[in-house]
């Protein structure tokens, strides 16, 4: 049985060890507990550790790629169809050229 540090752990299942960090704070993932390793206190990851935060990783939401996903509705659908009618607000406008601009 191997044993890795997090950031193996975390080059292993193919995320930044900051990540790795974030999801243990926010308890997102399943983490083995913390051990004594000479003067400190590390988190020690077997492969049956790695293989448990792999089955959970696609069900994590991370935020920017789902937070605007919209509901669809039949309201929306509407709505959306009468935005599409409306002109572009940074279409350039027309301007009328001034006939009694003066000479210099």
């Known amino acids: 049985m191997n044993r ?3 950031r193996e752990a975390a080059r292993m299942l193919g995320l930044d060890w900051r990540t790795i960090q974030r999801y243990i ?3 997102k ?3 083995p507990p913390l051990e004594r390793v000479g003067g400190g206190r590390f988190r020690i990851w077997t492969d049956g550790d790695i293989d448990k935060v792999r089955k959970v990783l696609p069900t994590i939401a991370n935020g920017r790629k789902t937070r605007y ?3 669809h ?3 929306s659908s509407r709505q959306s169809a ?3 009618k409306k002109p572009l607000a940074w279409a350039p406008a027309v301007h009328k050229k001034n006939k009694n601009k003066r000479k210099k």
Do not use: D
């Open 4 to 6: 890795y540090s997090t």
């Open 25 to 27: 704070a926010a308890e």
């Open 73 to 75: 509705s039949v309201v």
């Open 82 to 84: 009468k935005a599409k």
């Open 69 to 71: 996903k919209k509901k």
């Open 29 to 31: 993932i399943p983490v």
